[in-house]
C-alpha cells in the first residue's frame, strides 16, 4: 500500500521559515516526479512545487524565490522548504507523487495523495 505522510507544519509569523516533509513508502518514487500542492479555504487546491524524475524543479509564480522544493532519494522523501512566508500562504499543503517523469502543474498528473499539513502565517 503505497503512503504520502506529510508533516512539518505548524504555525508561523509572517517573514519566517518553515520545512514541511513528505515520507513515502509503499513504492519508490526515484524516477517519477513528485510536487506540493496546497489548498486555502474557499479556494480550488493550486500547484506549488514540483521535482520531475531528474530533480528539474517547477515553482508557481506567487512562490518563485521563496520555497525551495527538493528530495533525498535514499529515504524516499521529499522536502518543501518555505522562506519569508507571507499571510497569503495559509493553507494545507499536500505532497502528490505519480509515474510521469515530469512535474506537471495540473492535479491530475499525480495518482498518490498525502493527508495534508496545515501551514498557517500570521500577520
Known amino acids: 500500500q503505497v503512503q504520502l505522510v506529510e508533516s512539518g507544519g505548524g504555525l508561523v509569523q509572517a517573514g519566517g521559515s518553515l520545512t514541511v516533509s513528505c515520507a513515502a513508502s509503499?513504492?519508490?518514487?526515484?524516477?517519477?516526479?513528485m510536487a506540493w500542492f496546497r489548498q486555502a479555504p474557499r479556494k480550488e487546491r493550486e500547484f506549488v512545487a514540483g521535482i520531475s524524475g531528474s530533480d528539474m524543479s517547477t515553482y508557481a509564480d506567487s512562490v518563485k524565490g521563496r520555497f525551495t522544493i527538493s528530495r533525498d532519494r535514499v529515504k524516499n522523501t521529499m522536502f518543501l522548504q518555505m522562506n519569508n512566508l507571507k499571510p497569503e500562504d495559509t493553507a494545507v499543503y499536500y505532497c502528490?507523487?505519480?509515474?510521469?517523469?515530469?512535474?506537471?502543474?495540473?492535479?491530475?498528473?499525480?495518482?498518490?495523495w498525502g493527508q495534508g499539513t496545515q501551514v498557517t502565517v500570521s500577520s
Open positions: 502528490a507523487g505519480g509515474s510521469k517523469w515530469l512535474a506537471g502543474t495540473h492535479f491530475t498528473n499525480y495518482n498518490y
Open positions: 509503499g513504492r519508490t518514487f526515484s524516477s517519477g516526479a
